[in-house]
């Protein structure tokens, strides 16, 4: 019998108990795929991705040698969630104000105040 694929799906963190394999999605009880911001609604650089993927990296450490169920995926993706927002309010990802779809879901964009003297 094939393990069930649980997932965890945020705004801007897609989780998925599965594999990648001829660009499908397979099921895997001991792999967890990772898809940040799918809908390319943040501007990222390398470092703030990195910095993504080692949360990550070190939530799933904390739950090494646990049964992997949806509860602990979806805790991980809430959690790489409010991370992504910390990420923003520190100015280290924006808004892609070219995005399809504009969903402020992480709070307004800042905008420099016009200071004239």
Request: charged share 25%; proline share 4%.
């Amino acid at each position: 019998m094939p393990s069930p694929m649980y997932k965890s799906t945020t705004r801007h963190i897609r989780i998925f108990s599965a594999e990648i394999q001829s660009g499908e999605l397979e099921p895997c009880s001991d792999k967890l795929t990772l898809d940040v911001d799918p809908d390319n609604e943040l501007v990222w650089n390398n470092d703030a991705l990195q910095a993504v993927y080692k949360k990550f990296e070190d939530l799933t450490a904390q739950y090494n040698g646990e049964e992997l169920s949806d509860y602990n995926i979806r805790r991980i993706g809430s959690d790489l969630e409010h991370f992504v927002r910390s990420l923003l309010e520190s100015g280290q990802v924006s808004y892609n104000l070219q995005s399809r779809a504009r969903n402020y879901s992480l709070g307004l964009p800042r905008v420099a105040e016009d200071v004239t003297v």
